[in-house]
């Protein structure tokens, strides 16, 4: 039987191969890649987390995520917005908060996106320095067998000149367009651009401290504003604030302890026919206490141009109107007196606002409606027709109603919650009580539960209290961030060799022997001079001309010497 076999292989074997039967592929056995080691999963995780195509993403993303930011009311600037908009869409609301969309610059997501950023870049940029600090010690590389080759060449032959000197001239003339100049073997080696580099490191390297900024502003920085009644001062601590927000790693302790009163606001408006009503003046005389116990100091506070107290910003943000007023209750006695801020509606300044007055006895009293500081009444009703206070009036609703017990819980001094107060009604009793009030005018109240009276006007300002912790390092990254790209953008890394021998006889190999440079004719003892040159970065101009430069002052002859090839 084995024999039988063998025959039949060795007569498969002596057929041609056309006729022999297709033999069966081996099969494969696809081998299970061994699992990663702990360590090597985190080296892996690292080597991608700190590709540069990595950080673009993240750059990407992170700009992406800013989006959010710009179409959604955020928390931090518009509380009432954001109010607004959960009262409109209650589920989309509810959604949006759970995820972050209203407050996204400090959300987890975010957050997590300018973390990884950030270490990306670090990455990134650690191996480059290295690289860098490498070829910045290194010399330029040893001359080339073959200039000729290189994009920029050209060649002649000096008949006085040892070769030497030669080399010692070009070598001059080099350093003083700031090349760095080595001589080896018969040849000068030249480069420059070092900087070109440097400056793209100092690009990415600004770009991570302009995130560090960003960073340390965000989280210990703060801005409030605060209105402010001419005449009266502004301390900078949390009651003196309407509202304030503030970065996870901010306290009260950050606050710098300085006061600024206003002494007198000055607001004027073009009554030309051309722009009417535009402001034209817009500035306030405050006195600045830098410290507790400190001699006050005169600044004029103006649009654009904020003060500056031991490192925190005051800015200049609007202003308004504040009635005076003196209410008397049913006793005889005053209730209230003072200035109360009304806030601007349009561009003529109609400002609506609300004067309580709680003490007031047996029945607590309460006004709200409209300040017009040009007041007309027409068939529109009444309204203002000019932002300055030519004819100011107050537009006013009464209310009255039982004393309330103090509860300690804030509430607005603009707006007038009606809750168990009552409407006073006109004569006929059918309609609620409305009345004008001009300066210096009286009105008295039905039942004798009252009076008030507007004792005039003045004006409230409108400050914004703002530090940012990290702005002078985000202002530094900036500058050299520019810096940077100037560097890499014009400055150009460039090498050039120089070699110079002595011709022998009348012929000579150009490339040093190879024959690829062409033959170069020269007299008995003749220098042959060979410069090439090579750009490290695409798209560059100017290579031609320095090596035509550098032949000229060589003294290579126009007429020995190649046409320069590019």
């Known amino acids: 039987m084995t024999d039988l076999t063998d025959q039949t292989e060795r007569a498969q074997l002596t057929k041609p191969a056309e006729q022999r039967p297709p033999k069966e592929p081996a099969r494969r056995v696809k081998k299970r890649p061994a699992a990663l080691s702990t360590v090597e999963f985190l080296r892996f995780g690292w080597t991608q987390l700190t590709s540069m195509r990595t950080a673009l993403a993240l750059l990407f993303i992170g700009a992406l995520a800013t989006i959010p930011g710009s179409l959604v009311p955020q928390s931090q600037t518009s509380p009432v917005r954001v109010s607004d908009f959960v009262k409109q869409h209650p589920r989309l609301g509810s959604v949006y908060d759970k995820i972050g969309m209203f407050h996204v610059y400090t959300s987890p997501w975010f957050s997590a996106i300018y973390l990884l950023l950030f270490i990306s870049l670090i990455g990134c940029i650690l191996p480059r320095v290295a690289v860098y600090a490498r070829a910045v010690r290194a010399t330029p590389p040893k001359t080339p067998r073959n200039l000729s080759r290189l994009p920029g060449y050209t060649s002649g032959s000096l008949d006085t000149q040892e070769p030497q000197l030669v080399l010692a001239g070009a070598a001059e ?31 990415h390297i600004s770009l991570l401290f302009l995130l560090l900024g960003v ?34 790693a901010f306290s009260d302790t950050d606050l710098k302890p300085f006061t600024v009163i206003v002494d007198h606001f000055e607001a004027k408006f073009e009554t030309g026919p051309v722009q ?17 116990g400190d001699a006050p100091r005169t600044k004029l506070l103006e649009v654009n141009k904020p003060l500056t107290v031991d490192g925190t910003t005051v800015h200049l943000i609007g202003h308004g109107y504040a009635p005076k007023v003196t209410i008397r209750d049913g006793n005889g006695k005053v209730a209230f007196s003072g200035p109360v801020p009304f806030l601007p509606q349009d561009g003529n300044f109609t400002s609506a606002g609300a004067i309580k007055a709680p003490d007031a006895r047996p029945d607590r009293l309460a006004f709200e409606g409209f300040f017009l500081p040009t007041a007309v009444v027409d068939d529109q009703g009444p309204r203002s027709v000019f932002p300055d206070a030519f004819s100011p009036a107050l537009f006013l609703n009464a209310w009255y109603g039982p004393p309330k017990k103090e509860t300690g819980q804030p509430e607005s001094v603009y707006s007038l919650n ?6 006073f009604t006109n004569a006929s009793g059918n309609d609620s009580l409305r009345f004008q009030l001009t300066p210096g005018a009286v009105r008295q109240l039905p039942d004798g539960k009252g009076s008030i009276t507007m004792d005039g006007w003045t004006r409230w300002v409108k400050l914004q209290v703002s530090d940012t912790p990290g702005m ?95």
Not at 189 to 197: I, K, M, N, P, T
Not at 276 to 292: E, K, L, S, T, Y
């Open 215 to 248: 960073a340390i502003g965000v989280l210990g920085g703060y801005r409030g504003t605060s209105l402010v009644i001419a005449g009266q001062g502004f301390s900078n601590n949390l009651t003196q604030y309407d509202d304030i927000t503030a970065g996870a």
């Open 418 to 423: 009606t809750d168990g107060l009552t409407k």
């Open 173 to 203: 003339h080099l350093r003083k367009r700031h090349f760095r100049v080595v001589e080896r073997d018969g040849s000068l080696s030249a480069e420059r651009g070092y900087l070109r580099e440097g400056g793209n490191l100092v690009f």
């Open 472 to 566: 002078p390092i985000t202002l530094g990254a900036v500058g050299f961030a520019v810096l940077g790209l100037c560097l890499s953008l014009f400055i150009r890394p460039r090498r050039i060799w120089v070699r110079a021998r002595k011709a022998e006889g009348t012929t000579g190999s150009g490339g040093g022997g190879s024959g690829d440079g062409g033959s170069l004719a020269g007299g008995s003892g003749s220098t042959v001079v060979e410069i090439g040159g090579l750009d490290r970065a695409d798209a560059r101009t100017g290579l031609s001309e320095d090596v035509q430069e550098l032949a000229s002052a060589l003294g290579l002859p126009e007429s020995k010497s190649e046409k320069v090839r590019t």
């Open 276 to 292: 009417r009503g535009a402001a034209r003046v817009f500035r306030a005389n405050v006195r600045v206490i830098d410290h507790p």
